[in-house]
């Protein structure tokens, strides 16, 4: 999916999949947010500055790591967290709702 604030394609991958599955399942709200996957790749902005891969995570294919938000109706603010890899493809990396 097309994000424009990243002016890049995020990709879906199994890493995509099974570390938002971890997350997601122990939120309500991060669960529902899951839902609108759609949404959220194609309209999430880019938060601060890239972050380095955390270190003794799964993490480790990444180069640098993006902190995206979106607020949705409903579900409050969405966090997205996007990977990108030494040959620049952006993947999208676990996503999850933030409490206030």
Known sequence: MYNHSLKAYINVRYLSINETKEKASKNYLSTLAVLQINSILAQARKYGPPQPPKLNSNQKPFTRMIIMRLNMV????????????????????CITAIQA
């Open 74 to 93: 409903g579900i409050g603010t969405v966090k997205m967290t996007v990977g990108v890899k030494k040959n620049g493809e952006h993947v999208q990396y």
